[in-house]
């Protein structure tokens, strides 16, 4: 009988191990912030990016490339420099 109780105890603190250690691994995994929002850089305002915007950068999950979004100060979110220009030109 005290051999059963042990073995079992020793299966729960074991099993308790596993979940902290699988909890451990998913906090590591997971990002703390997938964009970043930022001032318009030099460039961006030779190519006409008024001061006052600013810009949404969110990275794809494969790293390839890196989604930029313009927003205004009224709000309004346009995906490209272009459209920036055409909508406030």
Known sequence: MPNAFVSEVLNAVKAAQRIQMLSTLTLA?????????????????????????????????????????????SGKVLRSTRAVLRAFA
């Open 29 to 73: 995994v997971r990002p703390v912030s997938r964009y970043q929002l930022r001032a318009p850089n030099s460039i961006e305002i030779a190519n006409g990016i008024p001061l006052d915007f600013i810009i949404k950068e969110i990275p794809r999950l494969d790293g390839s490339r890196v989604d930029r979004y313009f927003i205004a100060r």
